[in-house]
């Protein structure tokens, strides 16, 4: 049996959701960050071989990095749908955004929350000339790549509902972290009205939800 | 057949890389940076999805992405060697450094690039202060997480000679560019013989260099 070592408000909570949508049994591990610098508990990074979460043990295999975990768990549970295999009408489509999630879409969120917490912890003189040069440092590379993907998203969302095709796959899963992130960030607006009824059909999974009850928390993302 | 659109010093070079080491029939077309932005050409902007390299084209397909391009062309090609199927002994290396690469090594090699553009393009008298508050940040992100990878990576080479396992496998071919960049930057250092000796193997894998000539840059990254 699968174990899950979720980390509150990060990145498992996709495994979490991806394990309720394939209904197999599962055992949960719950740990909280620290409530004063929002760090993972000493325990859970001395368990992730790379620090970070998600981890999954499985007997002897502790695995980390989200789509590694997500692509796993599709080996042990197979799935058409979640997984459009070699050769299908979505397969494409389907490969491109799950690596997109995390290749390019997680780095910019990634690098987006960077920035905010460089602004946060200079002196507060400083603060007006950091948000000045990070500022144009995010307008000449996060924006216009962010912008790019949900550009991208809007047209692909046009032709079928879900990131992977017309099922749910591991790409959409993948993408509920960065999407959600980007929603509140900003970068999703108006201008995006298929991205955010996405983000509303995600939500009404009714796996997602159960996913959501026994994670306990309001958001995956950390509210800023 | 699969066009390859290569942009010069990208990381489009491991799509050439692969399908010389799956030794099939290709088109490959070059294209240059501009020499004094560094940026892609126009025309490669208009062809990449994302705007970004490196970009296959395959009948009507326009696909983008690393890892999405790597694993298109293992459809194409199957090869159990360079994508351990599910199930065999390598499976689960292969898709944790597969997915680390682009989810998280690239990620902290782009993050240490934008922080050294930002360092070179602020106005002289501001340069010691911006690589100060950069430096932290820098040493309180990306130090920590590069170090836990390539501390996982010497571990993990010190029994299996690929990151694939007992084979090269895609998830060496999606490594090979931020491993370049992480021992052109000073990440990869005395401490990591088990790194560097691996990067001597990819250079001379005879496919590699195929892959080089048809290139014709003398590094796959940016010369800093």
């Not at 070699?86 to 960077?114: P, V």
């Amino acid at each position: 049996m699968v174990t899950l070592h979720h980390l509150e408000y990060s990145q498992s909570f996709r495994v979490l959701w991806l394990l309720e949508e394939l209904d197999v049994d599962y055992e949960l591990q719950l740990y909280n960050r620290d409530p004063e610098t929002y760090l993972a508990p000493p325990e859970y990074k001395a368990l992730s071989p790379t620090g970070a979460a998600p981890v999954i043990t499985h007997g002897d295999l502790v695995l980390a990095e989200s789509n590694a975990i997500l692509e796993y768990l599709l080996d042990l549970y197979p799935s058409d749908e979640l997984l459009p295999p070699a050769g299908s009408a979505d397969r494409a489509r389907h490969l491109f955004w799950f690596h997109a999630s995390q290749g390019s879409m997680m780095t910019f969120m990634l690098m987006d929350s960077i920035f905010r917490i460089i602004e946060e912890r200079v002196p507060f003189f400083l603060t007006p000339l950091v948000k000045a040069i990070l500022g144009k440092a995010s307008e000449s590379v996060i924006h216009p790549r962010m912008g790019a993907l949900l550009a991208l998203a809007e047209e692909h969302l046009e032709t079928q509902p879900w990131f992977g095709g017309d099922e749910l796959s591991i790409a959409d899963v993948s993408l509920s972290y960065p999407m959600e992130s980007a929603a509140e960030r900003g970068y999703i607006t108006d201008e995006h009205p298929l991205s955010q009824d996405w983000l509303h059909r995600v939500y009404e999974r009714p796996a997602f939800r159960s996913a959501k009850k026994k994670d306990g928390r309001e958001s995956m993302v950390l509210p800023l």
